[in-house]
């Protein structure tokens, strides 16, 4: 049988631009997070950046990208009324820091999938994420616009060229590169979309922003 596409979740918010502001442009203190129920086991968070995907179930917790780094407290304790799980796995859809400014400390607070290799020093949760994510995130700071490096605690742990499938409470994790996908800075997105176990069900995490421009990026 095959799946019926079901639109999880929007992760950009707001026009580009206001998706790659600095923190220094944002009051985070008034942010509040809202979690919002998608269908079963999925949620939304929304706060300041890009919108959180919280997958919960016996396995523990996976999450789809970690907003701004002041925002990890605050997601944390979102993601606790959700579940007391632990979180295994953080998958970040693209580099910018609205997406990936949390990694580190979500990550810390969480502890490897079954099968080991987790961040911090193999004792935190894995993160995921295309393998231009970490090209962008590691190469030498320039200080120039839409640089996108970050220190290695924010680094993705593992990565992928093309696609990748997860295991986790009892669904398919399906995460595919797009490329060209997502502008300024950023070569790839990563769609993400789970199988339910329920037959004939899929759930894209889709970036509804995502142009193809015809000039090529940068990097």
């Given at each position: ?35 919002q129920p998608v ?12 919108n959180v995907t ?18 990890a407290p605050k ?145």
């Amino acid at each position: 049988m095959g799946c019926k596409a079901i639109p999880l979740v929007t992760t950009l918010a707001g026009f580009f631009g206001a998706a790659i502001l600095s923190t220094a442009q944002q009051n985070f203190d008034r942010v509040e997070v809202q979690a919002q129920p998608v269908q079963g086991n999925v949620y939304m968070l929304i706060g300041a950046g890009g919108n959180v995907t919280v997958q919960t179930g016996p396995d523990g917790v996976l999450i789809v990208d970690t907003q701004f780094e002041p925002m990890a407290p605050k997601l944390l304790a979102a993601i606790r009324k959700l579940s007391d799980k632990p979180i295994r796995y953080i998958i970040n859809t693209h580099v910018h820091p609205d997406h990936t400014g949390g990694n580190a400390a979500i990550a810390q607070a969480g502890v490897p999938p079954a099968d080991g290799g987790g961040s911090a020093g193999g004792q935190g949760a894995r993160v995921i994420a295309h393998e231009n994510v970490l090209k962008v995130m590691s190469a030498p700071k320039t200080g120039k616009q839409f640089d996108f490096s970050a220190p290695k605690e924010r680094w993705p742990t593992e990565t992928y060229t093309n696609r990748k499938t997860i295991q986790f409470n009892g669904e398919q994790i399906e995460l595919v590169h797009v490329e060209r996908a997502h502008p300024p800075g950023t070569r790839s997105c990563s769609s993400v979309g789970r199988t339910s176990s329920a037959p004939g069900t899929c759930m894209p995490s889709i970036d509804t922003r995502a142009t193809i421009p015809k000039e090529p990026l940068m990097a």
